[in-house]
């Protein structure tokens, strides 16, 4: 499937590397300090072979707490506009908020990536007026609460039911088709047997037309299967990558860039023979 509108060709498997500019990083420190590092990683990303970075603002990882708009934007948009003034690669922007997608977009972002599928008030028409391609992610509930006893009756079905119905919303709007993604949400208000039914279902989710994009890098499903902690769930990561990206996934958003990129290519390799 083609990707025309950010450039980017999706009749392989890309790589989106997480760049976070969440509070730890941009806490007291310097600020030329935090964006020092932002860039430095990026460049490093972009030499490993990402063909997108993503950079967030809002922890959404379970038990975060919200943010604030102001805070976002201090976090996001002087990165955004730093990557893009000195890398040729694509910027996708982590928000829900509308104020962050606009600034973002007007730094430079190509990607609007919402884990909350467009579903805050505003997000929804602020992407159809700014045109760029979005992701649509499920979540279940939300960060501070979603990994209290997740239940579906199909986690499949339901997840799949969600996206479609946000993407139609979108499309009836106005939205260009072939600007949106869609992602089953890994670690969002699910179980470890629910992350593995969504992982075993990524052709169902790919088989839509929609380009698929799967983010499982050092979560706790992956913690749950080795029993290791997140600096150690490297390799575990890398083997879901490939899984899911067999399956059709498009883009796969990790930590560990170089090593997700040699193993698109192996399966690159069997895909094309
Ligand atoms: C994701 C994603 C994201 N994940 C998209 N955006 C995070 N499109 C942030 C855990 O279980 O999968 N897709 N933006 C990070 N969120 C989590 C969730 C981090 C769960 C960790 C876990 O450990």
Same mark, same amino acid.
């Given at each position: 499937m083609n990707f025309p509108n950010?450039?980017?060709?999706?009749?392989?498997?890309?790589?989106?590397?997480?760049?976070?500019?969440?509070?730890?990083?941009?806490?007291?420190g310097g600020r030329f300090n935090s964006l020092d590092t932002?860039?430095?990683?990026?460049?490093?990303?972009?030499?490993?072979?990402? =063909?997108?970075?993503? !950079?967030? &603002?809002?922890?959404?990882r379970p038990g975060a707490t919200p943010v604030s708009l102001t805070e976002e934007l201090d976090r996001v948009c002087p990165v955004v506009e730093l990557i893009k003034r000195n890398l040729d690669i694509v910027v996708s922007v982590d928000?829900?908020?509308?104020?962050?997608?606009?600034?973002?977009?007007?730094?430079?972002?190509?990607?609007?990536?919402?884990?909350?599928a467009l579903q805050r008030e505003g997000a929804m028409n602020?992407?159809?007026?700014?045109?760029?391609?979005?992701?649509?992610?499920?979540?279940?509930?939300v960060p501070e609460t979603m990994q209290d006893n997740p239940h579906y009756d199909s986690v499949v079905d339901v997840v799949e039911d969600?996206?479609?119905?946000? =993407?139609?919303?979108? !499309?009836? &709007?106005?939205f260009d088709r072939s600007k949106i993604i869609i992602d089953p949400g890994f670690g969002f208000g699910k179980t470890l047997s629910h992350?593995?039914?969504?992982?075993?279902?990524?052709?169902?989710?790919?088989?839509?037309?929609?380009?698929?994009?799967?983010?499982?890098?050092?979560?706790?499903m992956i913690g749950s299967i080795l029993n290791k902690p997140?600096?150690?769930?490297?390799?575990?990561?890398v083997a879901a990558a490939t899984i899911a990206a067999y399956k059709g996934a498009s883009i796969l958003r990790v930590h560990d860039v170089e090593e997700t990129v040699d193993a698109m290519s192996v399966v690159q390799a069997l895909l094309e023979e």
């Open positions: 950010c450039g980017i060709d999706l009749t392989r498997p890309r790589v989106m590397g997480v760049l976070n500019v969440t509070p730890d990083s941009f806490s007291d932002a860039i430095e990683q990026a460049e490093a990303m972009v030499r490993a072979g990402a =063909s997108f970075i993503d !950079v967030g &603002g809002e922890s959404t928000t829900s908020t509308p104020e962050v997608m606009v600034e973002a977009v007007a730094a430079g972002a190509g990607l609007i990536n919402d884990v909350r602020t992407a159809i007026n700014l045109g760029v391609p979005v992701c649509l992610m499920h979540m279940q509930g969600y996206l479609l119905t946000c =993407s139609n919303q979108l !499309v009836n &709007g106005g992350n593995l039914q969504l992982l075993n279902a990524v052709d169902r989710f790919s088989g839509h037309g929609y380009p698929v994009l799967v983010g499982v890098s050092r979560k706790s997140v600096d150690e769930r490297m390799i575990g990561s």
